[in-house]
């Protein structure tokens, strides 16, 4: 699994074909999302087209779905699966080959190890953990981060390099050590938007895990997102067939490098 583009990127096969590297996005509540290129490469052709849209509701935009014969991660193989594929890319190819979520392989258990940087399927259940059930909006993992005794409703997000993203509303609620200010631009697949940042000294928790949090991000979300960053030094594991996930290890949060901050996702 590589972190080095702040999301966790995975190595797998398609028909029978590749390697492929795509995103694995716990962000992503439908298939996800393969590149044109990809689909062109491995000679398939679309089943039906789609509407499709993410959170922020903006203008829904046109995607074909393809049907996979298999994908294949490691030894681990899934069968007759869907995805979708853009008609047009408003992400300008930000997203490589592809993004997929961890659902894909809904039927045992999936690992996001980023101590050691390893991406499992069907490996063990952590001993003695804590665990959270899935939510209603699963296959999207709810959360509840409690941030200075405020319960805050989030989503597990490792396809944003962020430690955590609020909705807007906590910018005039909470206190920060300086001002909240403009910081990037935000795009998903139907919105653009300014991103804004403040600095607050404070811990997420959430499970087992306590979270060292310093830079903050805003934007026009439903709910908060932990993302990649915050998840550095923990293992997360969800275990599709009881319902459930967990958050086990020593969080040492890594913040992306200051600069222009674009969040590109992807339908949820």
């Known amino acids: ?14 028909n029978g074909q590749g390697p492929f590297h795509m995103i694995m996005d716990t962000g992503v509540g439908g298939p996800g ?4 290129d990809v689909a062109l ?3 398939l052709e679309p089943v039906r087209t789609e509407q499709i849209g993410s959170p922020l509701g903006g203008t829904p935009a046109k995607a074909d779905v393809y049907r996979l014969a298999n994908l294949s991660v490691g030894g681990a193989t899934v069968d007759d699966k869907e995805i979708y594929v853009m008609t047009d ?4 190819g930000a997203t490589g080959d592809g993004v997929i979520g961890p659902s894909l392989f809904d039927e045992g258990v999936v690992t996001l190890d980023f101590v050691n940087s390893t991406f499992e399927i069907g490996g063990p259940v952590p001993a003695d953990a804590h665990w959270i059930p899935l939510g209603p909006s699963a296959p999207l993992l709810d959360a509840s981060l409690n941030i200075n005794g405020e319960a805050i409703p989030a989503h597990i997000d490792t396809g944003a390099p962020h430690v955590l993203s609020l909705p807007e509303s906590y910018a005039d609620t909470m206190t920060f050590e300086d001002g909240v200010k403009i ?3 935000g795009r998903t697949i139907d919105r653009e938007f300014d991103v804004r940042g403040a600095t607050l000294n404070a811990d997420v928790t959430i499970g087992d895990a306590v979270i060292p949090v310093g830079l903050v991000t805003f934007g026009p979300l439903p709910v908060a997102n932990l993302g990649t960053g915050g998840l550095r ?3 997360l594991t969800i275990d599709w067939p009881n319902h459930r996930y967990a958050i086990v290890g020593h969080a040492e949060p890594v913040m992306p490098q200051p600069r222009r901050i674009e969040v590109r996702r992807i339908p949820e």
């Open 41 to 43: 490469a491995l000679g």
């Open 33 to 36: 999302l393969m590149s044109r």
């Open 233 to 235: 030094g923990l293992v």
């Open 183 to 185: 910081i990037g631009h």
């Open 89 to 92: 890319d408003p992400l300008g």
């Open 1 to 14: 699994m590589d972190l080095a583009s702040g999301r966790p990127v995975i190595e797998l096969e398609i």
